[in-house]
Every structure is written in structure tokens, then in C-alpha cells.
């Protein structure tokens, strides 16, 4: 019973985590898409990699309240 439960909960938090990523992927592709036309391939890419950096930079900071 209780390792059924630990299981459930394991495959729960598994799926959830999926999907996160799932999520993180696609709004970094769309950023990109946006990001492409006006300032071209390669200042896309950096302006994907710049909000990633100050999004794990808030994150952090909030984590470390």
C-alpha cells in the first residue's frame, strides 16, 4: 500500500516534470521565432539565452529568501 502510493507520487511528480520542460522548451522556440525577424538568427539566439539567464538569476534570488 504505502509503496503503491510512493510510486503513484513519483510517476505524478515524473509527468509533472515533463511537461515543465515541455513548457520551458516551447516558450524559448516561440521567444525565438519572435526574436528572428527583426534581429536575425544569431541575436535570437543570444536574446533566448539572456532571458533564460535572468529568469534562473530571479529564481535564484527568490530561492534564496
Known sequence: ???RRLSLALAAAACLATAASIVVVALAFAL???LREPFGPAAAAGGVALAAALFMLIF???LAQ
Open 1 to 3: 500500500m504505502i509503496f
Open 32 to 34: 525565438y521565432a519572435v
Open 60 to 62: 535564484g534570488v527568490v
